[in-house]
């Protein structure tokens, strides 16, 4: 039998503290506690080295915030779950900056408490031999969140406080590297997940339709608009709007985005009357957010609006430890839709996956793994990987990214 995980309880309360010791010693964990944040960061420091800390925000002397900041510079690695009754965006925002796993309020459900607890307890290692299915979330529609590395177990973490939070996310990051996916997540585990989730590519379609696909129109309002239609705002009602490539959205459409943003209404176009806006805005570029502004090109009040929390996706290069699992994963799926044997992955083509550079992030990888299957030529699978790194070395736009199908997604 493995080691019981220990967690350390900080609450003021002596009630609360005595009820969550018992229940938690019930479930078979070694459980400390400290009255305050002094005591639980002297605890800390005479060598205690809990599995989580479970803080409660609001103590007199240092509150959970100060207490946490000084855990962060005895044990940069602590996990720490903020317990509170206080539900304020501007805490949640704050605890996820800070590094906390997660932020419940008082009263406590004990099922979520105990997930929570799992959740932060357990860990993923980037083992070829272990199955990527018991580190993939299914999101459904063929897409999936993989997390093993450390970027994206804290960006999990951070998903885990932000999905309960209404407020706008800006997902910042290359092409390919997940953006959509996570957008995905946040919508699936926040308050809103059985309402619309929507995605507009700011990028793709024409500027002149792009308000008309937002906003929706009344018949006559421009040429061919011979009957009512409701833009995604509409459609998307109660739910979440993802707005992807939003840098490359027209300055005048960013102003009445501001606007909806602002007063959660607009007009359809040709209508002045006012219809209620109840969307939860997530937006993803890949844009040099500092050179739009500098630029103009992309609104900084627009920014500052949709800025209320940024996740910054890092690109496949750096989380190499994800690459076995997203091999076997797309091994997997592939095989089956292509109807063909699932081929082995050798550790020398590992390796070689894992030595490229993969511009395209993990769409390009995606890309590899179809044409691997359909050739099934591990020698020219490896020879093109070859190729890849070094086209990759001449410059950004090679023959090389071309070739392997890389194209800006998110």
Excluded at 58 to 63: E, H, R, T
Excluded at 330 to 356: K, Q
Excluded at 363 to 381: H, M, P, Q, S, W
Aim: include cysteine; charge should be negative; charged fraction near 25%.
């Amino acid at each position: 039998m493995g080691v019981a995980p220990k967690i350390l309880l900080v609450d003021d309360d002596p009630d609360t503290l005595h009820y969550m010791r018992d229940v938690l010693e019930v479930e078979g964990y070694l459980v400390s506690t400290a009255v305050s944040g002094l005591a639980a960061i002297e605890k800390i420091q005479d060598g205690l080295k809990p599995d989580l800390v479970l803080l409660d925000l609001v103590m007199p002397g240092l509150d959970g915030m100060q207490v946490l900041e000084q855990l962060r510079v005895i044990d940069p690695h602590l996990r720490v779950v903020f317990i509170s009754v206080v539900n304020d965006t501007r805490k949640v925002a704050q605890a996820i900056r800070l590094g906390a796993q997660d932020y419940l309020t008082k009263p406590l459900a004990w099922r979520e408490l105990n997930t929570i607890i799992r959740r932060c307890l357990s860990s993923c290692q980037a083992d070829l031999h272990e199955s990527p299915a018991d580190c993939i979330e299914d999101l459904g529609d063929g897409n999936f969140f993989l997390g093993v590395s450390p970027a994206l177990r804290k960006i999990r973490s951070e998903i885990d406080l932000l999905a309960k939070v209404d407020v706008a996310v800006l997902l910042l990051g290359e092409s390919g590297t997940g953006k959509e996916v996570l957008a995905r997540l946040i919508h699936k585990i926040s308050p809103r997940a059985k309402r619309p989730f929507l995605k507009v590519n700011c990028a793709a379609v024409p500027a002149e339709l792009l308000e008309s696909e937002l906003f929706g129109y009344e018949p006559g309002a421009f040429t061919g608009a011979d009957h009512a239609k409701p833009g995604k705002f509409e459609q998307c009602n109660g739910g979440t709007l993802f707005l992807d490539e939003i840098g490359e959205m027209p300055p005048p459409i960013q102003a009445k985005l501001l606007h909806v943003l602002e007063d959660q209404k607009f007009c359809r176009l040709g209508s002045n009357s006012l219809i209620q806006a109840d969307v939860r805005i997530l937006a993803a570029t890949n844009v040099d957010i500092p050179e739009a502004l500098t630029t103009h090109s992309f609104r900084r009040d627009l920014y500052y609006r949709l800025n209320a929390f940024t996740l910054r996706v890092p690109p496949l290069r750096e989380r190499k430890e994800e690459i076995p699992f997203l091999l076997k994963h797309f091994v997997g799926i592939f095989s089956e839709r292509y109807a063909r044997s699932a081929l082995p992955l050798s550790p020398t083509l590992v390796e070689a996956c894992m030595n490229c550079s993969w511009p395209g992030n993990v769409r390009e990888l995606e890309n590899f793994v179809k044409r691997y299957l359909i050739l099934g030529d591990e020698t020219l699978a490896r020879a093109e990987l070859g190729t890849a790194t070094l086209e990759v070395r001449r410059g950004p736009h090679t023959h090389w990214s071309r070739q392997m199908g890389a194209r800006p997604t998110s």
